[in-house]
């Protein structure tokens, strides 16, 4: 069976580099996307807890539905194609 590579439409309002927040453990906190796969995202956060950091190492995979945009990352303005 054939990997489903679709983007989502939630999955579509996120990108590498946007600054979300999250619920982990019972406690918010806030990270950046750093890759993202069909229904989640690789996020790196920090943390003072040292149970928390022991545990996740300051990088977790959260579902995109349970995600809230804090700040989009610049994007690139993809020049427009011309046929020469």
């Known amino acids: 069976m054939a990997k489903n590579t679709e983007i989502s439409p939630e999955q579509a309002k996120y990108n ?3 600054q979300v927040a999250f619920t982990l453990e019972k406690q918010k906190f806030a990270g950046i996307i750093e890759k993202g796969y069909t229904n989640s995202f690789l996020i790196s956060f920090n943390s003072d807890d040292p149970t928390i950091v022991d ?7 959260i579902n995109n539905k349970k995600l809230k945009m804090i700040k989009a990352a610049p994007r690139k303005k993809e020049a427009p194609k011309t046929d020469e």
């Open 16 to 18: 590498v580099g946007d």
């Open 55 to 61: 545990k996740y190492h300051n990088k977790v995979v």
